[in-house]
């Protein structure tokens, strides 16, 4: 049996598994519409289990699958559920599906590129929890070229204004004089951009192209995004 934890209101699941809002889910209960197994139940509040059978008007319903979405960022949005001064990465979606899920872990509102986007609360914590050190690599254009210890002092860890403790080690690439690749595995505050800043360094433009071993599709434009399919959403699931 499913503990207390895993069970929802009936009025939750029914507004859910349909698309009703609360409120007329609440109105379809009251009026004897809704079935649990054989028992009809008057009562929103009711608790049952997410496998539970529910009828609606004798009409089979079930909570829809888990939702994981790849985003290309583009630049000026913010990575937030609601900002009073920018649009944020949610207008991209359709209302209904930006209602549904959250950010997993944030790119600053000049980052471009990989985002991911779930209702799968596990799954979002195996990619942003330190403990796991999922990888993440950018793309970096820089105002100057890099002294020739940068990539001893990004793997040896660089102590951030602020910070009380060094960063974990990091990878840095040089694919240009002033563009590198950058991969680390943990996510502090605008990081990337700390740690140039810790070298006397600027960041002039950023772009994440992968979380572990997912890469942005590239053929997504700015802007677009996409399911992932269920190999995809795997890949960061272990």
């Not at 209101?9 to 809704?34: N, P």
């Not at 630049?75 to 944020?88: I, Q």
């Not at 985002?115 to 609360?121: C, E, M, N, R, V």
């Not at 009380?164 to 680390?184: D, Y």
């Amino acid at each position: 049996m499913s503990s207390s934890k895993q069970q929802m209101r009936l009025d939750r699941f029914l507004s859910r598994a349909t698309g009703l809002s609360r409120k007329q889910a609440g109105i379809e209960i009251r009026k004897r519409r809704v079935r649990v197994g054989e028992e009809l139940v008057r009562d929103p509040a009711r608790r049952i289990a997410p496998d539970a059978a529910v009828h609606w008007r004798d009409e089979p319903v079930s909570l829809p699958g888990r939702v994981y979405l790849m985003m290309h960022k583009p630049a000026g949005l913010v990575c937030a559920r609601r900002d009073p001064l920018h649009s944020t990465v949610l207008d991209l979606l359709p209302p209904e599906l930006a209602a549904r899920v959250h950010i997993v872990g944030r790119l600053d509102r000049d980052t471009t590129g990989l985002l991911l986007l779930t209702d799968d609360g596990e799954w979002s914590h195996r990619i942003t929890s330190p403990r796991h050190g999922c990888a993440k690599s950018y793309l970096a254009e820089l105002a100057d070229p890099l002294p020739p210890d940068a990539a001893r002092r990004f793997e040896e860890g660089l102590m951030l204004r602020g910070e009380k403790s060094r960063t974990r080690p990091a990878r840095l690439q040089r694919l240009a004089e002033r563009k590198v690749r950058v991969t680390l595995h943990e996510g502090r505050y605008h990081q990337v951009r700390r740690m140039f800043a810790a070298l006397g360094n600027r960041v002039l433009s950023l772009h994440r192209e992968s979380v572990g071993a997912l890469g942005l599709d590239p053929a997504l434009a700015p802007g677009a995004w996409r399911p992932l399919s269920e190999t995809e959403a795997r890949l960061l699931r272990h």
